[in-house]
């Protein structure tokens, strides 16, 4: 499964649910446990992906984007970059060691977006991080992805590995670890991959 069936999952044929954003600041709380207890360090690297409709509405909503940004990162120093995928979906690619600036810059983005009508193409949120097998946290250096589904208003991780496999018991014991700090989707048949997130 890949970005266009999370979009079909997520949104369906028709009607678009109103994106839910608040939920998105649990991240910045989480991120605490996750690298004392398993060893996962934030990358720096976070994103968020929107499908807009139409092609003048694409560019209205790339361009209120690009202005945005390049404001806000006057502030955080936050660097970022817009690109569309090979599905035509916009991504908002920002690179910050700060992980809180990243948290501020994607519920910036997202809250923009909802205040244009765009609030039911917001598909998900990203959060990268790095495992840290030296510390003897985890049994080897993986990239853990934290999703966060604006329809839902959950997080689940994602774990790929090489030939589009995942990490499943990681994911799992990831669940049991931070089900306490964050909201992690319960249905697990909701946990949709995302192979080739662009960072």
Same mark, same amino acid.
């Given at each position: 499964?890949?970005?266009?069936?999370? %979009?079909?999952?997520?949104?369906?044929?028709?009607?678009?649910?109103?994106?839910?954003?608040?939920?998105?600041?649990?991240?910045?709380? $989480?991120?605490?446990?996750?690298?004392?207890?398993?060893?996962?360090?934030?990358?720096?690297?976070?994103?968020?992906?929107?499908?807009?409709?139409?092609?003048?509405?694409?560019?209205?909503?790339?361009?209120?984007?690009?202005?945005?940004?390049?404001?806000?990162?006057?502030?955080?120093?936050?660097?970022?970059?817009?690109?569309?995928?090979?599905?035509?979906?916009?991504?908002?690619?920002?690179?910050?060691?700060?992980?809180?600036?990243?948290?501020?810059?994607?519920?910036? %983005?997202?809250?923009?977006?909802?205040?244009?009508?765009?609030?039911?193409?917001?598909?998900?949120?990203?959060?990268?991080?790095?495992?840290?097998?030296? $510390?003897?946290?985890?049994?080897?250096?993986?990239? %853990?992805?934290?999703?966060?589904?604006?329809?839902?208003?959950?997080?689940?991780?994602?774990?790929?590995?090489?030939?589009?496999?995942?990490?499943?018991?990681?994911?799992?014991?990831?669940?049991?670890?931070?089900?306490?700090?964050?909201?992690?989707?319960?249905? %697990?048949?909701?946990?949709?991959?995302?192979?080739?997130?662009?960072?």
């Amino acid at each position: 499964m890949g970005l266009r069936d999370l %979009v079909d999952a997520v949104l369906g044929k028709s009607a678009l649910p109103k994106a839910k954003s608040e939920k998105l600041f649990a991240m910045s709380t $989480a991120s605490i446990t996750l690298e004392s207890n398993l060893g996962l360090k934030p990358s720096g690297s976070a994103g968020i992906c929107f499908k807009p409709i139409g092609a003048s509405a694409y560019e209205s909503a790339r361009k209120e984007i690009q202005e945005l940004l390049e404001y806000s990162s006057k502030e955080t120093e936050t660097e970022f970059r817009l690109e569309k995928d090979e599905f035509n979906f916009l991504w908002a690619i920002f690179k910050d060691p700060d992980l809180e600036d990243l948290v501020a810059n994607i519920h910036l %983005v997202s809250e923009t977006l909802e205040e244009h009508g765009f609030g039911g193409q917001l598909l998900c949120a990203i959060y990268r991080f790095d495992s840290e097998p030296e $510390a003897g946290k985890s049994s080897r250096g993986e990239t %853990v992805y934290w999703i966060y589904n604006f329809k839902q208003g959950t997080y689940y991780p994602f774990i790929p590995l090489s030939g589009k496999q995942r990490d499943s018991p990681f994911e799992f014991r990831l669940r049991a670890e931070m089900e306490r700090e964050m909201p992690i989707e319960e249905n %697990v048949e909701k946990w949709y991959p995302l192979w080739g997130i662009p960072f």
